[in-house]
C-alpha cells in the first residue's frame, strides 16, 4: 500500500469525530428555530444560502439534528450527495437540519475545512455512492460515514493545506462560473431566437389545435425484467431527452431490451417524440427526433407525434415549435399529478400552435433554426468539455492533498498508510 508522509496518520470518521446531540423542537412549541433543508445548501458554493425561522410546532418530523458554528453537513441521499457546507457563525445555536449528517471534528485533531475538502474527494464521494441503499430516495447511513478513512497530518500541516486548497479553487471556481455563464449565455441565445421566430409568425401562418393537424400515440409498457446494460435494442425513457429538447445518449445509463419486441414499437428514423411524464424537472413536453432507424424503442409515458394526411408537415419544424416557451408552458398547464406530473395525447391535443401552410416555409424556418442549434451544441459541447476538464483539475489537486504530495519535502521518508 502507498505510504504518506511521516507525522500522517489514517483513521475512521469515527475517530475524529465529536458526538453530535438532537432535539425534537416541537417539544418546545412557542420557541423559535433556524431549520435548514436540503436545498438550503448551493450546489454551486456550497454554502448556507436560506434557512427557515420557525417555531417548534411547524417543525418536520425529522428536523432534529443540532448543529452549531463550525459544524460540516453533508447530505444523505443521492440527488443531494453533493450539497456539502460549514455553517457559518451566524447559525449558531439550536439550528436544526434534517437530510443531512452533522460532522463535528475534535478541533484537536481535525481541522473542519480539512474535512470539508476531504469530503470531495473521489474516493470518499465513490464510497458514499455505492453504499446508497433503498429504492425510492437511495441513501447512506451514518455507519458508512462514520466508518470511511481519512488520512491527515498534524494540525499545522493540515492548516497549510487548506490555505493551498483554498487558494487554488479560488481561481478554478472563478474560471468554472465565467464558463457556466457563457455555456448559459450560448443556451439563452438560442432560445431567445427560436421563441422569436414562433413569435413573429409571418405571411402564411396559420393557428390550429394540435390535434387537427397530428395524432400522438401512447408507447408500449416493456416489461423491465428483460432491460439489460447491453443489447441490439434501446429503450428510450424521459432521460433520453435533453431538458431544452433533443437526443439525450445516455450511456452507461441506457436500457436496452431482450425481450420480445412488437413491430408497431421500432421506432425510425425522423420519428418525433415527446415525453409526456416529468420524470426529472424540466422534462416534461420535451421533444426529440431518433437519430436511427431499428435501433429504438417507443416506450411507456412517451408519446409518438405523427401527422395527420392533409397536413402539411416539417418534422424539424414542429420538433423545435414544441420546444418554444409558449409550448411548454401550455403542456405544464395541462399535467396533473402530485409526486410525478404527466400530460395526454388527449390534453395536448387542445393546445394551439401556428405555423406556415406552405412546406416550402416551414423548411426555411427549420433549416435556420437546425443551423444555429448545431452552433450552439458546438459552443456548450466546447464549454462541457472545459468545465470537465476544470473538475478533473480539482480531483487531481485533492488527491495530492490528502496522498501528502502537496506538502511533502524532497527525500522525506514515507510511513505506510496505517
Given at each position: 500500500m502507498r505510504g504518506l508522509p511521516e507525522g500522517w496518520q489514517t483513521k475512521p470518521l469515527k475517530d475524529v469525530l465529536q458526538k453530535t446531540g438532537s432535539i425534537d423542537p416541537r417539544k418546545n412549541p412557542d420557541d423559535g428555530f433556524e431549520y435548514i433543508d436540503v436545498s438550503s445548501i448551493s450546489r454551486k458554493t456550497f454554502s448556507i444560502e436560506k434557512t427557515s425561522s420557525?417555531?417548534?410546532k411547524e417543525a418536520p418530523c425529522r428536523a432534529r439534528r443540532q448543529v452549531r458554528t463550525g459544524d460540516v453537513l453533508f447530505a444523505t441521499i443521492r440527488p443531494t450527495l453533493q450539497r456539502i457546507a460549514i455553517v457559518p457563525e451566524v447559525l449558531n445555536g439550536e439550528v436544526c437540519s434534517t437530510g443531512y449528517f452533522v460532522l463535528r471534528p475534535k478541533e484537536e485533531v481535525i481541522n473542519n475545512k480539512f474535512l470539508y475538502h476531504f469530503l470531495f474527494t473521489e474516493t470518499f464521494m465513490s464510497a458514499m455512492e455505492s453504499k446508497q441503499k433503498g429504492a425510492s430516495y437511495p441513501a447512506v447511513n451514518n455507519?458508512?460515514?462514520?466508518?470511511?478513512?481519512i488520512p491527515f497530518p498534524p494540525l499545522p500541516e493540515q492548516k497549510r493545506i487548506v490555505t493551498i486548497l483554498d487558494k487554488a479553487f479560488a481561481g478554478i471556481d472563478q474560471v468554472i462560473a465565467n464558463t457556466d455563464k457563457n455555456l448559459a449565455n450560448a443556451r439563452d441565445v438560442f432560445e431567445s431566437y427560436l421563441n422569436g421566430v414562433f413569435t413573429r409568425k409571418g405571411a402564411g401562418w396559420v393557428d390550429k389545435k394540435v390535434g387537427d393537424i397530428c395524432s400522438i400515440k401512447h408507447g408500449f409498457a416493456f416489461k423491465s425484467k428483460f432491460f439489460s446494460n447491453e443489447g441490439e435494442h434501446i429503450v428510450l425513457t424521459p432521460g433520453s431527452f435533453y431538458e431544452k429538447g433533443g437526443f439525450r445518449?445516455?450511456?452507461k445509463k441506457t436500457k436496452y431490451y431482450l425481450g420480445e419486441i412488437p413491430d408497431a414499437f421500432i421506432l425510425n428514423k425522423g420519428d418525433f417524440l415527446i415525453a409526456m411524464t416529468e420524470q426529472a424537472a424540466g422534462l416534461l413536453g420535451s421533444s426529440l427526433i431518433v437519430p436511427e432507424s431499428n435501433r429504438f424503442l417507443h416506450n411507456q409515458r412517451l408519446g409518438?407525434?405523427?401527422?395527420?394526411?392533409?397536413t402539411v408537415w416539417d418534422n424539424h419544424f414542429f420538433h423545435h415549435q414544441f420546444n418554444t416557451q409558449y409550448f411548454r408552458n401550455s403542456v405544464?398547464?395541462?399535467?396533473?399529478?402530485?409526486?410525478v406530473r404527466h400530460t395526454s395525447p388527449k390534453k395536448l391535443a387542445d393546445i394551439s400552435i401556428s405555423f406556415p401552410t406552405k412546406l416550402s416555409a416551414q423548411k426555411k424556418?427549420?433549416?435556420?433554426?437546425n443551423k444555429m442549434e448545431s452552433e450552439t451544441q458546438l459552443?456548450?459541447?466546447?464549454?462541457?468539455?472545459?468545465?470537465?476538464?476544470l473538475a478533473e483539475l480539482k480531483q487531481s489537486i485533492l488527491h495530492k492533498a490528502f496522498t501528502g504530495e502537496l506538502t511533502q519535502p524532497p527525500k522525506q521518508k514515507r510511513a505506510e498508510v496505517q
Open positions: 420557525l417555531k417548534g455507519g458508512d460515514v462514520q466508518e470511511q478513512l445518449d445516455r450511456g409518438l407525434v405523427q401527422r395527420k394526411d392533409g405544464q398547464e395541462t399535467a396533473s399529478g402530485l409526486k424556418v427549420s433549416a435556420q433554426l459552443l456548450e459541447s466546447i464549454y462541457k468539455k472545459k468545465l470537465t476538464a
